[in-house]
């Protein structure tokens, strides 16, 4: 696990997303010594759709400590997009922060934010475990422990097709009239009259 040498100080505020914590979607049960599997918790509670470990888990044969594959399989399952990207850490776009550093012997880091623009080589760090403990921590000591591979996720959310002005669609939404005019109605089916 990335130590956590002098300079790097601990934050007062709690590492916890903001959310509010119900007694089955806490972190992980003890017992569970899984850094991947924490970082997802913490990951569903951040982006507000907390899940459980033992949600998560419900449909997926753990034998060991959770992979990257696992974890992206479980976080598409939860209605996240998920990915593994290769970058070293100061190239990881803001946008897809928080992202879970993978570190050397199967460890994991959430990487929360970039502290400031006029220093950008130090960053909220979240250490996860049964208690989520947020430090500020320099990128030359994160990058010691880093592997170069980042989780991301994000929640997934469903485009909805803008409203019609024209009239509804016949033509089914795969076949292209409704991703061209945007027009189809799941109560009134009528012949397109916008034509592209």
């Given at each position: 696990m990335l130590s956590t040498p002098s300079t790097v100080t601990s934050l007062a505020r709690d590492a916890a997303p903001?959310?509010?914590?119900h007694p089955s979607t806490g972190p992980p049960p003890s017992g569970i010594d899984d850094a991947l599997l924490h970082s997802v918790v913490w990951l569903t509670r951040h982006?507000?759709?907390e899940r459980s470990a033992q949600s998560l888990l419900a449909d997926l044969p753990?034998?060991?400590p959770m992979g990257p594959d696992q974890a992206i399989r479980v976080m598409?399952?939860?209605?996240?997009?998920?990915g593994l990207i290769q970058r070293r850490i100061g190239e990881i776009h803001s946008l897809l922060l928080?992202?879970?550093?993978?570190?050397?012997?199967?460890?994991?880091?959430?990487?929360v934010r970039r502290l400031d623009e006029a220093a950008p080589?130090?960053?909220e760090v979240v250490m996860p475990g049964t208690h989520y403990v947020a430090v500020q921590a320099h990128e030359s000591e994160l990058q010691a422990e880093y592997t170069g591979f980042a989780f991301v996720a994000t929640p997934w959310w469903p485009r909805r097709?803008?409203?019609?002005?024209?009239?509804?669609c016949a033509t089914p939404a795969a076949t292209g009239c409704a991703a061209r005019c945007g027009a189809f109605s799941r109560t009134t089916v009528r012949p397109c009259s916008r034509r592209s």
């Open positions: 903001a959310s509010p914590t982006h507000g759709r753990l034998t060991g598409r399952d939860a209605g996240f997009n998920a928080p992202a879970v550093l993978l570190l050397k012997n199967g460890d994991a880091c959430i990487l080589d130090r960053y097709a803008p409203a019609s002005t024209t009239g509804t």
